[in-house]
């Protein structure tokens, strides 16, 4: 595939959700690491990085859907149409048919112009003609009922078509939940023969839009009820959740531009993440190992559990990913995590406590981690559960007797989460469970799993 270079320097949102798109697809960037450093450039104005990004994302989230959507206007396969134009096609049909708050005539407009922004005007007549017969193929009604002539949309509704594009949910659902909701087919023949049509119908819905904001507040700066007064203030619409740290935000925000956020207020992280340093629930004072540590979600909030007191050594094997857990710490005004790369074996013990945060598919994460679905392979699990439970392993071996240590996924998969431990429990009979939790997705946040095991002295 030839690479397209965008001549002109990127200056508006869909420009620069079409470069994302097309320097993603060779796989070596994850897109929102392109569109970071595309936004650190410069460039492209503060005002247009929220619809980038939400192009960008929603583009990915739900490829499988505009691909059945566009199919019955194309001419020839998906496969033989040039990967820019295709992107572009992608882009419009997005904004066409999935995104609210866009007039359809400028979504159309602007995104033929793409054409002009990468210099291939010869596209930009195939690109009207098709975009314009897909507009004309939606109906003014929606529905409640599954149908193949029905694209689902968000909460449960379905955007009715002129034709049927899906198949038969009634007679082949596995294959309408995957094109519908654009899931890889063998992943939802997964979860059909786990949870059925309803739980699979919601997980579907739930993973078609972007996953819900989530802050943690950080009590080493302030209370959560001060936060929400600065939010309030600012116009932002926000609430409490169950986790006594959490907030939700409504709508789409740019973080960076929240109020108090430079003097380090809180953290993004998803509810269903919140819980799990809390399980572990480290005091001041401990040393506590933290096997995979970066981003640093979950460290820093060791940290705020520990009033910054103690010590935590903070593993990963990507240098890169550490110095962002070192700037998330100096922003957060934590100053007790010692960044380590791992190279080898990780660093001998005792240790009060460890957390293990392991790599694995992210299935619970879908809808935040767009690309994964298309990345993910069915191989995958029986390739991370060697490196799970050597982690899980190499974890309680540095824990002193009495200590604690969590294992955590934001998979929702039992080969990676209880199938894991319960390997680890069996080949280590001084290890004991105290306390493990299957979280679904949407329920209220992110999908995962976590276990609580308690070090004995065997």
């Not at 859907?65 to 199919?71: E, H, I, P």
């Not at 882009?91 to 048919?97: D, E, K």
């Not at 240098?319 to 962002?324: C, I, S, T």
């Given at each position: 595939m030839r690479r397209i270079r965008f001549i002109a320097a990127i200056r508006d949102a869909r420009g620069a959700a079409l470069h994302v798109l097309l320097e993603s697809r060779n796989r070596r960037r994850f897109a929102h690491e392109i569109l970071d450093h595309l936004f650190r450039q410069g460039n492209l104005p503060a005002t247009e990085h929220a619809l980038a990004?939400?192009?960008?994302?929603?583009?990915?989230?739900?490829?499988?859907?505009?691909?059945?959507?566009?199919?019955?206007?194309?001419?020839?396969?998906?496969?033989?149409?040039?990967?820019?134009?295709?992107?572009?096609?992608?882009?419009?049909?997005?904004?066409?048919?999935?995104?609210?708050?866009?007039?359809?005539?400028?979504?159309?407009?602007?995104t033929v112009k793409l054409c002009e922004t990468i210099r291939k005007p010869r596209g930009k007549r195939f690109v009207n003609a098709v975009l314009r017969s897909l507009s004309r193929s939606m109906t003014a009604t929606d529905t409640i009922e599954p149908a193949a002539d029905a694209v689902p949309l968000e909460a449960g509704r379905f955007r009715v078509l002129s034709a049927p594009v899906f198949a038969d949910p009634k007679k082949e659902p596995v294959q309408y939940l995957a094109a519908a909701f654009s899931l890889p087919r063998w992943l939802v023949e997964r979860w059909f023969a786990r949870y059925g049509w309803d739980e699979c119908l919601r997980l579907g819905f739930w993973f078609a839009v972007p996953g819900p904001l989530w802050l943690r507040c950080n009590v080493l700066r302030t209370d959560r009820e001060t936060c929400l007064a600065a939010l309030a203030e600012a116009g932002i619409d926000a609430e409490p959740g169950t986790h006594p740290q959490s907030i939700r935000l409504r709508g789409f925000h740019a973080i960076a531009d929240l109020p108090h956020f430079k003097d380090g207020w809180f953290t993004v992280q998803d509810h269903s993440a919140m819980e799990v340093a809390s399980v572990l629930a480290p005091s001041p004072g401990m040393r506590v190992l933290d096997l995979c540590a970066a981003p640093g979600g979950?460290?820093?909030?060791?940290?705020?559990?520990?009033?910054?007191?103690?010590?935590?050594?903070?593993?990963?094997?990507?240098?890169?990913?550490?110095?962002?857990?070192?700037?998330?710490c100096r922003r957060l005004g934590i100053s007790i995590v010692s960044p380590l790369l791992l190279k080898e074996e990780p660093p001998e013990g005792p240790f009060d406590a460890a957390l293990v945060d392991v790599p694995c598919s992210?299935?619970?994460?879908?809808?935040?981690?767009?690309?994964?679905?298309?990345?993910?392979?069915?191989?995958?699990?029986?390739?991370?559960?060697?490196?799970?439970?050597?982690?899980?392993?190499?974890?309680?071996?540095?824990?002193?007797t009495g200590g604690t240590v969590v294992y955590s996924t934001c998979s929702m998969e039992p080969e990676e989460n209880g199938g894991v431990v319960r390997a680890v429990l069996s080949a280590m009979p001084r290890l004991s469970l105290e306390a493990e939790k299957e979280q679904m997705a949407g329920q209220p946040g992110d999908g995962g799993y976590w276990a609580r095991l308690r070090v004995g002295t065997g």
């Open positions: 990004t939400q192009l960008v994302n929603g583009v990915l989230r739900r490829r499988a859907t505009l691909d059945a959507l566009l199919k019955p206007f194309l001419h020839r396969p998906l496969h033989q149409i040039e990967s820019w134009l295709l992107e572009v096609l992608r882009l419009g049909a997005f904004q066409l048919v999935l995104m609210s708050g866009i007039p359809p005539y400028a979504a159309l407009h602007e979950k460290t820093t909030h060791l940290a705020e559990w520990m009033r910054n007191q103690g010590e935590i050594i903070a593993c990963d094997i990507h240098a890169g990913r550490l110095e962002n857990l070192r700037e998330t992210n299935t619970g994460v879908l809808g935040r981690r767009p690309e994964v679905r298309w990345r993910l392979k069915p191989g995958d699990f029986q390739r991370l559960i060697p490196l799970q439970t050597k982690l899980l392993i190499q974890a309680v071996e540095r824990v002193r």
